[in-house]
């Protein structure tokens, strides 16, 4: 079963505009984490957030996590072509599973 | 540091047949998973070994599917036979130890079943 479940499922933005994707999740997590797949690098892990930590910076993306709505949410400023990929947010279960949301799709144009 | 392999990059096979997947993993990274990503959905965990003993293998469907962790480095995943529905891209990835780390993914191989 999912963990998390990313909303929207797709956004289309211009260059330049920050982009907000939101996350809910279902049971109590030690951390979340949120992951970049696109075709040519693949899937990769941008930032983990701790269940004791209420936000995070990383260059020009900013997590946010609620625990007591679990909920976070993933922000990307300035966005750019490039940024064009599907976001996954993704967190531990009970039996330390990690499991993804569905994922939101981002196109970002120039 | 090289990062996590996984061969072939492309699969196509008729049902019925029988595939395997190869996994590299990070070198020194205790713990390797392998992922199954049907298009338009989030990756869904298989199994998952520390070393070379399997941690969790509850979402593998055990009457086709096979993986084993020879010597705690390098992986196979086998299925056996092939269904229509296990077209999707099977992802490896590993992590330095199994308590909640980020982890790492291999490029992932393409499997399509006719």
């Known amino acids: 079963s999912q963990q998390g479940e990313e909303d929207p499922q797709a956004l289309s933005i211009q260059e330049g505009e920050n982009a907000t994707m939101n996350c809910s999740y279902k049971t109590s997590i030690n951390n979340l984490q949120w992951y970049r797949q696109n075709s040519g690098r693949g899937l990769v892990h941008l930032i983990l957030i701790r269940s004791n930590e209420r936000e995070k910076h990383s260059g020009r993306l900013r997590v946010t996590l609620d625990t007591s709505k679990k909920s976070s949410s993933l922000l990307i400023t300035a966005s750019r072509a490039a940024d064009t990929a599907s976001y996954f947010c993704a967190a531990y279960n009970a039996g330390n599973m990690l499991t993804f949301g569905g994922g939101t799709r981002l196109m970002v144009k120039p | 540091e090289a990062g996590v392999a996984q061969s072939p990059r492309y699969k196509i096979i008729e049902k019925r047949q029988s595939v395997a997947f190869w996994c590299n993993p990070i070198?020194?990274?205790?713990?390797l998973y392998w992922y199954q990503q049907i298009l338009g959905q989030g990756p869904k965990l298989l199994i998952q070994f520390q070393n070379n003993g399997v941690v969790d293998d509850s979402q593998l469907p055990k009457d086709r599917f096979s993986a084993e962790r020879l010597k705690g480095v390098d992986s196979t995943l086998k299925i056996q036979p092939a269904k229509l529905e296990d077209s999707a891209v099977y992802l490896c990835a590993s992590s330095p130890d199994r308590v909640l780390d980020e982890q790492f993914f291999g490029p992932g191989t393409r499997l399509t079943v006719l």
């Open positions: 070198s020194g990274h205790a713990t």
